[in-house]
């Protein structure tokens, strides 16, 4: 008998207006001085104002780092742990995307434990905690309010270092779909594909349990009617609120499965070529699942399912190739440009091929694929990539 080993935030407030609790729920976890990591754009918009002014009201003093940068560096993880320092804070509250989301867990754990990030990526799991992080996300979504990882990109090596451990899960996560009315479209897109991809993954890895099954179901049922929705109209209220809870369900059900090889091949795109992440896994998704659809014929079915795009009483066999047609005609839909198009010089793709096969490789996820591919096999994949080929 195999064992699940589940672990979530003690805390999740889910629906419109919950962000505007966070002053109770710092409250209910006997914690008072927070640190909020945010983003420049959120501080302009005057998002980062209102959360201050919350807390202020409830008589909470907070201060605010917001040099977080896309796809975070141990730079910009090193500034705010020293932010961190010049301060008595007791917690971290992230706020925003992946990338705030992510540095907030990275400066609550170096804030208390020190040492470089690189000390801490895979294979180490960092289980003992950091200081409490409490995570409102903007985006829907990288699910980073709901798993134990972090990413950190070392740029000195342009690495995308995955760290994982309870250290990084929130105690507490507000997911809030009323922050996500004023997302662009691209990003809206973008992180979409991105909790879907989520949510297969999850589904289809081999570290899949009853309980992560259930969560992923949920959230491809969520998202899958609702993409296309948010991208067409930006206010469609019930979309957004349905997107939302997709890509926090989603996070859940990989942060206790895993990512596999889409996500495995996708953080070396983005590191050596600064592709924004879930633009990277659309890229990498339709070949990706042709290649190993195979391996896990009817796990893969069941994506077509509960994605509504193959009936119940369909084989296996034509409900994956119904699958198939649909990734490719979210990118096609959703202007998901092929890596020649976003603007990655061809002879840098072929020189670094070698180098981002080892990287994925190394990161573990590759491995909890329905089926793993060696170097010369994810090698033939990236040149399917770069041709736009289907895999
Ligand atoms: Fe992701």
């Known amino acids: 008998m195999s064992i699940a080993s589940i672990a979530l935030p003690r805390i999740l407030r889910i629906g419109g207006g919950a962000s505007k609790q966070l002053p109770e729920v710092l409250a209910s976890l006997g914690l008072s001085r927070p640190l909020i ?10 998002r980062v104002a209102e959360l201050v002014d919350g807390l202020t009201a409830a008589g909470i003093a907070s201060r605010v ?26 917690c971290v509250v992230g706020f925003g995307g992946g990338s705030p989301l992510d540095s907030a867990k990275a400066i609550a754990l170096l804030g208390l434990h020190g040492g470089a990030m690189a000390d801490y990526k895979a ?46 899960l929130p105690v507490a996560a507000l997911v809030d779909y009323e922050l996500t009315f004023t997302k662009p479209v691209r990003l809206t897109a973008d992180t979409g594909i991105d909790s879907l991809t989520h949510a297969i993954e999850a589904y289809v890895s081999k570290r899949a349990n009853p309980f992560s099954d259930g969560m992923a179901l949920l959230a491809m049922r969520a998202i899958a009617p609702n993409l296309r929705r948010v991208c067409r109209d930006p206010m469609d209220a019930a979309a957004r609120e349905a997107m939302m809870l997709g890509a926090t369900q989603a996070g ?38 042709a290649w190993s659809a195979p391996a896990a014929l009817h796990r893969y079915a069941e994506c077509a399912r ?5 009936d119940e009483a369909e ?28 603007g990655i010089d061809a002879a840098r793709w072929d020189a670094l091929v070698p180098t981002m096969c080892a990287q994925a490789a190394a990161s573990g996820s590759p491995a909890n694929n329905p089926r793993v591919p060696d170097a010369e096999e994810m090698a033939t994949l990236y040149a399917q990539v770069w041709a736009g080929q289907p895999g």
């Open 65 to 90: 780092f917001a040099d977080t940068v896309p796809d975070p560096t141990v730079a910009s993880v090193d500034a705010g742990v020293a932010c961190l320092r010049e301060g008595d804070h007791d």
């Open 252 to 289: 859940i059900a990989f942060s206790n499965s895993s990512v596999a090889l889409v996500h495995g091949m996708s953080r070396p795109i983005g590191a050596h070529f600064h592709v924004p992440h879930g633009l990277s896994n659309a890229m990498l998704l339709p070949a990706v699942t």
């Open 123 to 168: 294979p180490h799991v960092q289980d003992a905690p950091g200081l409490p992080v409490i995570a409102i996300p903007t985006t829907a979504g990288t699910g980073s309010e709901a798993t134990r990882f972090t990413i950190i990109t070392d740029e000195t090596t342009d690495e995308k270092m995955l760290c994982p451990g309870l250290a990084y």
């Open 315 to 342: 084989g296996d066999q034509s409900a994956v190739a119904r699958l198939l047609d649909e990734l490719a005609a979210l990118n096609r839909e959703l202007e998901v440009p092929g890596p020649a198009a976003w």
């Open 37 to 46: 990591v945010t983003d420049a754009w959120l501080v302009s918009s005057g």
């Open 306 to 310: 509960a994605m509504g795009v193959a």
